[in-house]
């Protein structure tokens, strides 16, 4: 079945089932979010288009909201469902391309560890709508048995996805263990940086920072990497030599564990938290050595003090000074005080809660 495609130069129809969707999704309006991306369809606009100019930047604003505090987190789960669901339904709808898999073969994962898995559902989505046969696998795949898989279906690509930094360490394992079997990498998601330069950096064979990008390097074709050539981590990262962030990985309970007992010292107002309390704020002191861990592997500050800043501006938007964060980072420094990598990292991200706009520095010299 092919529809003639219409006009939508002027974003005008777009617009407005932008503004559609976002309100079913808001109101958990299931039946209307449908109505609003079918009718598009109907229209004459390609599933291609619906996806990627009216549900990703609709998924967009309900994480903007979010952050901001207009959305709670129960909210932004419920409308983050919904749009799976809608998705779901689109891509039972009659086909606009040929026979499926004409294109090729393609397994789109995400990382061990990664449960965002709305952008790769949409990505395969695409590639289905461009006449790729796609082996979507879904969120937290084991880097074992996606390789397993891999091995046995030799597809032309594997497009990875990641949106969280702190799960970069296995997006390098599968990347390497996915070229170690003959299929090459596309790494995409907010994790491998606006750039891709994560991506890069992890040895990816391409990046692609959208859908429609992600075909484009698809159709282009990807060589076929040597098979049985394992890489080393260091061969990619050689500033993982000194081990800060290995050890930094290890000790992240008792750096967490250490971190809340002296905060216990300086802030005598946690004496009085209650049991929740006290675990939001070790969940909290754990995402900050997370983070970190992540900056040490890569070697990033930026993406250290990203987050710190990003952490900060959540709080003011619940109300919480920003600056609640520097007494952990300050524990953090005393626990890492022969960790020089880590210790700059710290400065940066305490730099960020002052409001020091000076940039960060990029990567190691040597990466």
């Known amino acids: 079945m092919t529809k003639t495609p219409i006009a939508v130069e002027d974003g005008q129809l777009l617009e407005q089932a932008r503004q559609a969707l976002w309100q079913a999704v808001t109101e958990r309006d299931e039946y209307a979010a449908g109505q609003a991306v079918f009718a598009l369809q109907d229209a004459g606009v390609s599933v291609e288009d619906v996806l990627l100019d009216v549900v990703v930047p609709v998924q967009h604003k309900v994480g903007a909201e979010w952050a901001a505090d207009r959305l709670t987190v129960v909210q932004e789960h419920a409308a983050t469902a919904i749009h799976e669901r809608v998705i779901a339904a689109l891509s039972h709808r009659p086909r606009e391309t040929g026979p499926p898999g004409a294109a090729g073969t393609v397994t789109v994962s995400c990382v061990e560890g990664e449960w965002h898995a709305l952008p790769a559902r949409i990505v395969a989505e695409v590639l289905q709508q461009r006449g790729y046969r796609v082996d979507f696998l879904g969120a937290q795949v084991p880097t074992a048995r996606l390789v397993a898989h891999l091995h046995q279906t030799a597809p032309a690509a594997l497009a990875l996805s990641s949106s969280l930094p702190t799960r970069l360490p296995d997006a390098h ?4 263990a996915a070229q170690a079997v003959g299929v090459p990498v596309l790494a995409g998601g907010a994790a491998f940086g606006p750039d891709g330069r994560h991506a890069r950096q992890l040895g990816a064979d391409a990046w692609a920072p959208d859908a429609r990008a992600a075909v484009a390097v698809l159709d282009r074709g990807l060589p076929r990497p040597r098979t ?10 050689p500033h993982l030599v000194d081990q800060e962030y290995t050890l930094v990985a290890r000790q992240k309970r008792q750096l967490v564990k250490n971190t809340l007992a002296g905060l216990d010292g300086r802030l005598p107002a946690m004496r009085a938290y209650s049991d929740a309390q006290r675990e939001r704020t070790a969940e909290d002191i754990g995402h900050i050595v997370d983070f970190l861990a992540a900056a040490l592997y890569t070697d990033d500050a930026r993406m250290f003090r990203g987050f710190i800043a990003w952490t900060g501006d959540i709080l003011e938007a619940r109300g919480v000074p920003a600056r609640v964060l520097d007494p952990g980072l300050a524990l953090l420094e005393e626990e890492l005080k022969d960790f020089p990598r880590a210790l700059g990292f710290l400065a940066q991200g305490r730099a960020a809660l002052r409001g020091d ?7 190691h010299p040597t990466v």
């Not at 049985?228 to 990262?237: E, P, S």
């Open 173 to 176: 394992k599968a990347i390497t």
């Open 228 to 237: 049985g050539a394992i890489r080393q981590t260091v061969d990619d990262l």
């Open 357 to 363: 706009t000076s940039p960060a520095p990029g990567p």
